[in-house]
Nanobody
Framework: QVQLVETGGGLVQIGGSLRLSCVGAGRTFANNAMGWFRQAPGKERDFVASINWSGGSTYYADSVKGRFTISRDNAKNAVYLQMNSLKPEDTAVYYC???????????????????WGQGTQVTVSS
């Protein structure tokens, strides 16, 4: 069974940091573009960050540039999202995803990701 499992969410104060992890099982994702998305209550699932198979190319949503960093460790079949300087508007369920498409000159859309994790809640409070 192919799975992506996210961990690392939680409750954090404004300005704090969290590191999300996503580990794949059932197959290797070393050749897949990977991404992080988030969904707040009543809103659509939005792109956060993506990374190509080697880690040499990344994209970020404007709202998180300079604060979030995506990385991966193919030996561990894992992708990470380091989130710093968190704001209340970062509150959402965060999902990792794997795509069979190559990450080219644009970040991939939600529909271009094949595998999804179950999500992890991130809550930023004052």
């Amino acid at each position: 069974q192919v799975q992506l499992v996210e961990t690392g969410g939680g409750l954090v104060q404004i300005g704090g940091s969290l590191r999300l992890s996503c580990v794949g099982a059932g197959r290797t994702f070393a050749n897949n573009a990977m991404g992080w998305f988030r969904q707040a209550p009543g809103k659509e699932r939005d792109f956060v960050a993506s990374i190509n198979w080697s880690g040499g190319s990344t994209y970020y949503a404007d709202s998180v540039k300079g604060r979030f960093t995506i990385s991966r460790d193919n030996a561990k079949n894992a992708v990470y999202l380091q989130m710093n300087s968190l704001k209340p508007e970062d509150t959402a369920v965060y999902y990792c995803a794997a795509s069979n498409y190559l990450l080219g000159d644009r970040p991939l859309s939600v529909g271009e990701y094949t595998y999804w994790g179950q999500g992890t809640q991130v809550t930023v409070s004052s």
